[in-house]
């Protein structure tokens, strides 16, 4: 009798490539091309145009949201609580602006014309009324969604009704909207084939016709044979960026709306994806269903604005990563919150409310790479939690993207914690410099009704109120010029040297304390005066403002301070010069 043994590969992961090289070859795979599919899934190939731009969020803006401590467990009464603690204590004066309702304020059901509503027990007067209260109180409202089709909380969301939210938004007077990204569906990477295009014009029944094989062709596009088709022709190659369909002579003879059929090719069982620009501006999304239909040809329409006389159409598909498709949606809401407060305050009469927008898409696409075109700012990490290897580690990969900082499109660390969970008075300060530091939003996350006394007037005696209300720190956050600090060196000890070039040539200087022992930190301001970045002139004598402890002092050069674990020194550098 003989006993055949199967071996089995033990090394993970030598096992693992024999394994998948021998499944790949049985089930007919391309390894290369697997590979190259890998690839491109984290490759940007699309560009959004300039910067997002809409006179808003010129310093890191500063506000407080509901998220961090009170989750789901909001109300109209407790969001109108938090506003007048806002206004009352102080907090108002020392630049704190926005009251941001986090998930869970809507409804779990649209109303009867597709727009959000506010959940009808919770929120009773509904979201416009308490945007206008909040207004009263010198303060403005921010509002949360998600680019899926339900938020984190899964609650309706606004991917594939842009138009409608930012509309509603607009109108409800909203002036901050975070746009998170759960439940979001990628947009997909391949286009239909396309047979011909009609353009009709509504109530009519006869149409212009053209055939896709008479438009011009760009990238891989090509003409292919199919004899089940009316002309034995079509168009394919449009998709993942690769080229594009155009028909450059559409001649209507008025300006009006017409209707666009688009005679496809059926094929592939999963869905497709084509943007529609008309006259190189106006872009209309089609998606097309997996298909395993009878008929051999299908159709898509849409209604699309034509111009009297020669019009050009073009069908492509821009998409050609899950980073391409972030960054497509993401622009695209930013498109209709500008429109929509434009359209409001163009209907209406009244000045115009810019919605400051913030991605929360927690940096899975790089989105310091493309979020300045996008919006005014971007999270950078997965969410903050309230103790301190959380805010340890988002500094540590926030610190490092300073470059993509500047006045009206900012690096979001995340919104703060300062008060919030078992943070040390050290650790709390030292969140708060940190942020200050790095120009990040300023959003508090605690519950801020404790910084006012039983008589209503401000608890200045609060250790977390003097925190988050020390005007100098604040003033290193909202320095117009916009810059994030650069860690010039870590050392052996683990105290990390930031600085950031201030207004005036003046200079901030962070030494931080990241280790779990005392530290000594030191700097020489000789030495950061020659690096190139910042423009502290060189003088005899520096005039230094220890922040945290509020002296000043003078020095030629060194500056040192003992630092317990967990802790910062921050100063404010500026030369004197007579
Ligand atoms: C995500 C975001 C958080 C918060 C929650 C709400 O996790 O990153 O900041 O908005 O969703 O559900």
């Known amino acids: 009798m003989s006993i055949k043994r199967k071996l089995k590969v033990a090394l993970p992961v030598a096992g693992l490539t024999v394994a998948a090289g021998a499944i790949m070859k ?22 959004n145009e300039g910067r997002f731009e809409n006179g808003v969020a010129l310093t890191p803006p500063m506000g407080w949201s509901s998220w961090n401590l009170f989750r789901h467990r909001i109300n109209e009464d407790l969001i109108y609580e938090i506003a007048e603690a806002m206004a009352k204590s102080g907090l108002k004066d020392a630049g704190y602006t926005y009251v941001n309702i986090d998930d869970c304020w809507q409804s779990s059901s649209r109303d009867k014309n597709g727009r959000l509503q506010a959940d009808l027990a919770t929120f009773p007067s509904g979201i416009k009324n308490l945007a206008e209260r909040v207004n009263a109180l010198g303060l403005k409202l921010g509002i949360y969604s998600s680019n899926g089709t339900l938020t984190c909380e899964d609650l309706p969301a606004s991917l594939y009704n842009e138009a409608i939210d930012a509309d509603t938004f607009a109108e409800w007077g909203i002036e901050y909207f975070k746009y998170d990204f759960c439940h979001n569906k990628p947009i997909p990477t391949s286009a239909p084939d396309i047979d011909k295009i009609i353009i009709t014009k509504p109530n009519e029944k006869e149409g212009i016709v053209i055939e896709a094989e008479t438009g011009r062709l760009t990238g891989k596009a090509r003409v292919a044979e199919d004899s089940k088709l009316e002309t034995g022709k079509y168009v394919t190659g449009l998709s993942a960026n690769g080229g594009a369909l155009i028909f450059d002579e559409v001649e209507v003879d008025e300006d009006g709306e017409y209707i666009l059929t688009i005679g496809l090719r059926k094929a592939g069982l999963y869905q497709k994806y084509a943007e529609i620009v008309v006259n190189e501006k106006d872009c209309y999304d089609a998606y097309f269903p997996s298909t395993k239909g009878f008929t051999h040809e299908g159709r898509h329409q849409i209604t699309i604005k034509l111009n009297k006389g020669v019009n050009s159409i073009k069908i492509h598909n821009p998409v050609a990563s899950r980073m391409d498709s972030a960054i497509i949606q993401y622009t695209k809401m930013g498109k209709e919150l500008k429109r929509a407060t434009k359209e409001y305050a163009e209907r209406t009469g009244q000045p115009e409310k810019p919605i400051v927008y913030s991605i929360c898409e927690w940096g899975v696409n790089r989105p310091w790479k493309w979020g300045a075109g996008a919006g005014n700012l971007w999270r950078t990490t997965m969410d903050i939690k309230a103790f301190w290897a959380s805010i340890l580690a988002i500094y540590e990969f926030n610190v490092r993207l300073y470059k993509y900082a500047g006045p009206g499109n900012w690096n979001d660390p995340d919104m703060l914690e300062v008060g919030n969970g078992n943070l040390t008075d050290d650790e709390n300060k030292a969140h708060f410099s940190l942020w200050c530091m790095m120009a990040a939003p300023l959003i508090l996350g605690n519950d801020i009704r404790t910084f006012l006394k039983p008589d209503g007037t401000p608890d200045t ?9 020390n005007k100098d720190m604040i003033a290193i956050d909202q320095d117009r010029r916009g810059i994030q600090c650069r860690r010039i060196r870590t050392t052996l000890s683990l105290v990390d040297v930031l600085v950031k070039p201030l207004e005036n040539k003046e200079l901030a200087v962070c030494l931080f304390n990241k280790g779990e022992m005392a530290a000594k930190g030191e700097f020489s301001i000789r030495e950061l005066t020659s690096l190139g970045f910042i423009d502290l002139p060189k003088a005899a004598v520096y005039e230094v403002k220890d922040i945290w402890e509020n002296e000043i002092f003078t020095s030629q050069d060194k500056v040192s301070a003992e630092l317990p674990k967990h802790s910062v020194k921050v100063y404010r550098i500026k030369a004197i010069t007579d």
């Open 26 to 47: 049985q089930q007919n795979i391309c390894p290369l091309c697997v590979a190259k599919r890998v690839l491109n899934a984290t490759r940007i190939t699309y560009k």
């Open 461 to 469: 005696e609060n250790k977390i109120y003097k925190i988050v209300t």
